[in-house]
Structures are given as structure tokens and as C-alpha cells.
């Protein structure tokens, strides 16, 4: 399994997103708005908070969070580089 699907699946678990699978999810979508998951900002400190408890990554600032969040792809590359 993919980072990415990994992240979906976890996703889509702890943020109980109903009628969707991380199969109908590409990588490259993007996680907030209207054209990705329909996430808002009160999801993205939920989703800071999931990140850290599943991958011992921590997002520290707003700034980073939104270059990071922009896809499955950039969140799973984040993750790659600062996993310990």
C-alpha cells in the first residue's frame, strides 16, 4: 500500500467521510475545497492532529500547512521527508 492510500484510508476513516473510497480518490486531487474532499479549516487542525498521531510528523505553521495540504501527493511527500 502507497503512502497515499494510506492516507486516504485514514482520512476517510478518522474524518468519517461517508460515499467515497480512497480507490475514487487520485493522488494528485486535492484534499480541501470544493474540487477535492470538501475539507474546511476545521478539518485541517483535525487533519494536523491525525498526521501527527499516525506518523509522528508535525505541521507547525499555517504557512507550511497549506503547501503541504495541497495534494495527496505533496502531504505524502512531507511525510516521507520528515519521518523519523
Known sequence: ?????KLKEIIINDLALE????AEIPDDSQIFGE????????????L????????GVQIKDMAK???VFQSFNT???FIQ????
Open 75 to 77: 502531504l505524502a511527500a
Open 19 to 22: 460515499d467515497i473510497s480512497a
Open 35 to 46: 474540487e477535492g474532499l470538501g475539507l474546511d479549516s476545521l478539518d485541517a487542525v483535525e
Open 1 to 5: 500500500m502507497t503512502i497515499q492510500n
Open 81 to 84: 521527508e520528515n519521518q523519523k
Open 48 to 55: 494536523v492532529i491525525i498526521i501527527q498521531k499516525h506518523f
Open 65 to 67: 500547512g497549506r503547501e
